[in-house]
């Protein structure tokens, strides 16, 4: 016992220097009779502590609002410490005291013209956080102030309260517009991060403001805040596609595409296409992606904007990879794939992705498998990505299949994406490798993912008609497997592995059924075995959908029907279905043939 004491005093002990120097002390007792006192103190001292304490209560849940006049007096303290906690406070509680805080704002006012940036940035943010309506027009004033700061601190906050001034000065809209340009041509890249997320908020259509100032935007884009980036990067591709269209060299127009240009010298308006033109681009965007939809959206959406000059931008056209604007912007974007933040890569990709000549489009691969040994989560967004690209460009990512090998940690969500990049990128060389690992997969103890494995055999054969053999053997013996241990130990979802097997075999037979008719009758042989209903619901339909083909399962139809006559008053419903519209098949065709 005095061992165990002496241990828990040296754990508090330890816990007491843990928390010296810190303000933890702040939620052991923040509610704190003494807190009016403290903030009506002379001395700055009680008042920042009673700040915190009260900042503490409002990080638990408990509503300090009576306690405003008390607080809102101290906004013009001297104290740097005491006046940004007093901001804080009032950032929080503004609206639900707007009469208290309407008195503050000639306090604001005055510390916008203060010598401190610091103090000039919360005393805007804080009257930006006032979302009255009666306020805006002065926060429209301080932010066309503070646009022209001269420090980048406080320009980077009027380009955040531009974003939550929009909605409350609608009519201002072309003030806030000349705000954003300003903003746009600042010289500080943290400006500029800032100011993409205003124009967004603003003014998203207003790619005038873009075109003034793209090659700019361009190259300051590597040096900005990585989220800024992603934001930027999205701003600048829109641009392009609204003013430029997609390149015809790229991976969207990679198959089946054969454009014939006209007019123009290297682009060809979408509204010239002909109708044979347009149903090209669509056949030619395999996959999830289509080309003409791409189009069609900036053709509705941005076909009203208008350039630096004051003409309409023209509608969307078909572009060379050569366009100097497309070219800019691939250059710049180029060193963002081996940015740290996996978001920033992806939005690189994309650019690379729609504006990129194909045989350039492979320098995006290294970058996007490399984030895959990031979080989960981060992980699970990129492979949905990569089976787009993957959908459209296959040989892309056929070379790396191993990479989309499944790992024992991941959760099922990502093995799913992972087994349907494999099946789509799987090729004559990679398919052995493929599916020796598919083998190691069905042993896995998640049924589920058996049985997702089992459907990945089954498209791999429809893909690769020179492994239709090798996969029917395995997946016959499988079903031989499962009806076995389905009458000896039950486990947790073996039924879905053994219809998904069947299901497979289904799809495969399909093919070229004369040639499989073997495969059919050992499978209608399992019946004997197989007790599950919805597989023996499969096996007959099978069997009834090619009982006339080839010349083997003809000879075993008598045998056949004699065994489900026999076993008819035994069956589910949906199995009895099954069976009579097998017999339904079989005499239609004996009626046709007679």
Same mark, same amino acid.
């Given at each position: 016992?005095?061992?165990?004491?002496?241990?828990?005093?040296?754990?508090?002990?330890?816990?007491?220097?843990?928390?010296?120097?810190?303000?933890?002390?702040?939620?052991?007792?923040?509610?704190d009779?003494?807190?009016?006192?403290l903030?009506?103190?002379?001395?700055?001292?009680?008042?920042?502590?009673?700040?915190?304490?009260?900042?503490?209560?409002?990080a638990?849940?408990?509503?300090?609002?009576?306690?405003f006049?008390?607080?809102?007096?101290?906004?013009?303290?001297?104290?740097?410490?005491?006046?940004?906690?007093?901001?804080?406070?009032?950032?929080?509680?503004?609206?639900?005291?707007?009469?208290?805080?309407?008195?503050?704002?000639?306090?604001?006012?005055?510390?916008?013209?203060?010598?401190?940036?610091?103090?000039?940035?919360?005393?805007?943010?804080?009257?930006?956080?006032?979302?009255?309506?009666?306020?805006?027009?002065?926060?429209?004033? =301080?932010?066309?102030?503070?646009?022209?700061?001269?420090?980048?601190y406080?320009?980077?906050?009027?380009?955040?309260?531009?974003?939550?001034?929009?909605?409350?000065?609608?009519e201002?809209?072309?003030?806030?517009?000349?705000?954003?340009?300003?903003?746009?041509?600042?010289?500080?890249?943290?400006?500029?991060?800032?100011?993409?997320?205003?124009?967004?908020?603003?003014?998203?259509?207003?790619?005038?403001?873009?075109a003034?100032?793209?090659?700019?935007?361009?190259?300051?884009?590597?040096?900005?805040?990585?989220?800024?980036?992603?934001?930027?990067?999205?701003?600048?591709?829109?641009?392009?596609?609204?003013?430029?269209?997609?390149?015809?060299?790229?991976?969207?127009?990679?198959?089946?595409?054969?454009?014939?240009?006209?007019?123009?010298?290297?682009?060809?308006?979408?509204?010239?296409?002909?109708?044979?033109?347009?149903?090209?681009?669509?056949?030619?965007?395999?996959?999830?992606?289509?080309?003409?939809?791409?189009?069609?959206?900036?053709?509705?959406?941005?076909?009203?904007?208008s350039?630096?000059?004051?003409?309409?931008?023209?509608?969307?056209?078909?572009?060379?990879?050569?366009?100097?604007?497309?070219?800019?912007?691939?250059?710049?974007?180029?060193?963002?794939?081996?940015?740290?933040?996996?978001?920033?890569?992806?939005?690189?990709?994309?650019?690379?992705?729609?504006?990129?000549?194909?045989?350039?489009?492979?320098?995006?691969?290294?970058?996007?498998?490399?984030?895959l040994?990031?979080?989960?989560? =981060?992980?699970?967004?990129?492979?949905?990505?990569?089976?787009?690209? =993957?959908?459209?460009?296959?040989?892309?990512?056929?070379?790396?299949?191993?990479?989309? *090998?499944?790992?024992?940690?991941?959760?099922?969500?990502?093995?799913?994406?992972?087994?349907?990049?494999?099946?789509?990128?799987?090729?004559?060389?990679?398919?052995?490798?493929?599916?020796?690992? *598919?083998?190691?997969?069905?042993?896995?103890?998640?049924?589920?993912?058996?049985?997702?494995?089992?459907?990945?055999?089954?498209?791999?054969?429809?893909?690769?008609?020179?492994?239709?053999?090798?996969?029917?053997?395995?997946?016959?013996?499988?079903?031989?497997?499962?009806?076995?241990?389905a009458?000896?130990?039950?486990?947790?979802?073996?039924?879905?592995?053994?219809?998904?097997?069947?299901?497979?075999?289904?799809?495969?037979?399909?093919?070229?059924?004369?040639?499989?008719?073997?495969?059919?009758?050992?499978?209608?042989?399992?019946?004997?075995?197989?007790?599950?209903?919805?597989?023996?619901?499969?096996?007959?339909?099978?069997?009834?959908?090619?009982?006339?083909?080839?010349?083997?399962?003809?000879?075993?139809a008598?045998?056949?029907?004699?065994?489900?006559?026999?076993?008819?008053?035994?069956?589910v419903?949906?199995?009895?279905?099954?069976?009579?519209?097998?017999?339904?098949?079989?005499?239609?065709?004996?009626?046709?043939?007679?």
């Open positions: 016992m005095g061992m165990f004491g002496l241990q828990a005093s040296g754990a508090a002990a330890s816990w007491m220097v843990g928390r010296m120097g810190t303000d933890a002390h702040l939620y052991d007792d923040p509610e009779a003494a807190l009016p006192a903030l009506d103190s002379r001395f700055d001292g009680d008042k920042v502590d009673a700040l915190k304490r009260l900042l503490a209560l409002i638990q849940g408990v509503d300090v609002a009576h306690l006049p008390q607080v809102v007096k101290n906004v013009a303290a001297q104290s740097l410490e005491v006046k940004k906690l007093v901001y804080l406070y009032l950032l929080h509680y503004a609206e639900k005291r707007q009469n208290e805080a309407l008195l503050s704002i000639n306090i604001f006012q005055k510390d916008l013209s203060d010598i401190n940036p610091l103090v000039r940035a919360w005393a805007l943010r804080t009257m930006a956080g006032i979302r009255l309506h009666v306020v805006a027009p002065l926060v429209l004033v =301080a932010v066309k102030k503070c646009a022209r700061d001269p420090s980048p406080v320009r980077k906050c009027a380009a955040y309260a531009l974003c939550k001034l929009y909605d409350l000065l609608p201002e809209n072309t003030t806030l517009e000349e705000v954003v340009d300003v903003l746009l041509g600042d010289s500080s890249s943290g400006v500029v991060g800032a100011a993409a997320v205003a124009f967004n908020s603003v003014c998203p259509n207003g790619l005038a403001l873009i003034k100032h793209f090659r700019k935007l361009c190259e300051t884009l590597p040096d900005i805040e990585e989220w800024y980036q992603i934001t930027l990067i999205e701003i600048l591709l829109r641009y392009v596609i609204a003013r430029h269209g997609l390149v015809k060299e790229s991976a969207i127009f990679a198959s089946n595409l054969s454009l014939e240009i006209q007019g123009g010298k290297d682009s060809v308006p979408v509204d010239n296409m002909s109708c044979t033109q347009a149903e090209t681009i669509v056949n030619g965007a395999c996959g999830t992606l289509s080309s003409m939809t791409l189009l069609r959206h900036y053709i509705d959406e941005y076909s009203a904007c350039d630096g000059e004051g003409d309409k931008i023209r509608s969307p056209s078909v572009t060379n990879s050569t366009n100097d604007d497309v070219t800019i912007l691939l250059k710049c974007t180029s060193p963002l794939l081996w940015s740290q933040n996996s978001g920033v890569i992806l939005a690189a990709a994309s650019v690379h992705w729609i504006m990129a000549p194909v045989q350039e489009v492979k320098i995006i691969v290294g970058p996007i498998l490399f984030t040994r990031s979080s989960p989560d =981060a992980t699970y967004v990129m492979l949905g990505n990569i089976l787009v690209f =993957a959908k459209t460009a296959p040989l892309l990512f056929a070379p790396y299949y191993e990479d989309f *090998f499944i790992c024992s940690s991941d959760p099922y969500q990502t093995r799913a994406l992972k087994l349907e990049i494999i099946t789509t990128i799987a090729t004559e060389s990679s398919i052995p490798a493929i599916l020796e690992e *598919f083998q190691d997969y069905i042993k896995d103890p998640n049924r589920r993912f058996v049985a997702d494995t089992v459907a990945a055999i089954a498209l791999c054969a429809e893909k690769l008609p020179s492994v239709t053999s090798t996969c029917l053997e395995g997946l016959l013996a499988l079903v031989f497997y499962e009806s076995s241990i009458n000896s130990v039950h486990l947790d979802g073996e039924d879905v592995v053994l219809v998904q097997a069947i299901l497979s075999i289904k799809a495969i037979v399909k093919i070229d059924a004369a040639c499989h008719e073997k495969v059919i009758i050992r499978l209608v042989r399992t019946l004997d075995v197989i007790k599950e209903p919805a597989a023996r619901s499969l096996i007959i339909w099978i069997f009834g959908e090619y009982s006339s083909t080839g010349n083997l399962i003809p000879r075993i008598p045998a056949v029907l004699k065994y489900l006559a026999w076993s008819f008053a035994a069956e419903i949906e199995t009895k279905l099954q069976i009579l519209n097998t017999c339904a098949k079989k005499n239609t065709y004996k009626s046709s043939k007679g």
